[in-house]
């Protein structure tokens, strides 16, 4: 099964600095990956994800990640911050379940606090 | 752009009442929706898998008959959480899939269940 690592579960920045959010997975023949951005009581809103092609991945809000397939891992990042970014983000990575179905499976998250 | 309605965001209830959740998929048709359950501070458990006309597929170690979860048409899908008791209290978070999509998972924005 797959298993997906989010190595920092907060990480506390100043407003303008980059930022970035560590994500290993367990190895697969393919992958799939996905960061996802959780605000306060709210759902999950895609930020970017990575199906094959090019192995950097630009997504909304200025926010790009890099699939690196020796290192197993889809690290994000954000030249500059704002304190809007303050927010809880998950990586993700598709399996395959029996029957042809697939699932998400997630990380822990990271909580991204972004002070002024 | 793919929309997922989930209704309603809040909602508190008696002990050994039960809850209905609804996840729409309002400008798509979703050939398989996931249910999640999200504890604070946490990532997402993944509940169930459920596709249109057929039974849902639970993860281990959560209990079909307390968590009924109906697929009825391709843009909606419940999740009734039975004789519901304080430990049931938490985020539950759809997402759904577009049919014919590639890897295109939308999240509603989910219902905070408190069981009093």
């Known amino acids: 099964a797959q298993s997906v690592t989010q190595l920092d579960s907060q990480v506390p920045v100043f407003e303008e600095a980059p930022v970035e959010l560590r994500c290993n997975y367990s190895?697969?023949?393919?992958?799939?990956l996905f960061w996802y951005v959780q605000y306060p009581n709210q759902g999950l809103q895609l930020l970017l994800k990575?199906?094959?092609?090019?192995?950097l991945v630009k997504g909304i809000n200025g926010f790009e990640a890099e699939f690196n397939k020796s290192q197993t891992s889809f690290h994000l990042r954000k030249p500059s911050v704002h304190i809007s970014d303050t927010a809880e983000y998950f990586c993700?990575?598709?399996?395959?379940?029996?029957?042809?179905?697939?699932?998400?499976?997630f990380g822990k998250g990271t909580k991204l606090t972004v002070n002024p | 752009g793919a929309v997922v309605s989930q209704h309603p965001s809040r909602v508190i209830c008696k002990s050994g009442t039960s809850v209905k959740i609804e996840c729409r998929s309002l400008?798509?048709?979703?050939?398989?929706m996931f249910w999640y359950r999200q504890f604070p501070k946490q990532s997402l458990m993944l509940m169930a898998t459920?596709?249109?006309?057929?039974?849902?597929?639970?993860e281990q170690g959560v209990e079909k008959d307390k968590f009924l979860i109906n697929h009825a048409s391709l843009t909606l899908s419940t999740l009734t959480v039975t004789s519901a008791h304080p430990e049931d209290s938490s985020f539950y978070i759809c997402?759904?899939?577009?049919?014919?999509?590639?890897?295109?998972?939308?999240f509603g924005s989910g219902t905070r269940l408190t069981v009093v």
């Open positions: 400008d798509f048709q979703a050939t398989t």
């Open positions: 190895s697969s023949v393919s992958v799939y």
């Open positions: 997402s759904a899939k577009r049919q014919g999509g590639i890897y295109g998972y939308t």
């Open positions: 459920s596709n249109e006309g057929s039974k849902a597929t639970y």
């Open positions: 993700a990575v598709s399996e395959l379940q029996q029957g042809g179905s697939e699932k998400l499976v």
């Open positions: 990575y199906l094959s092609g090019s192995t």
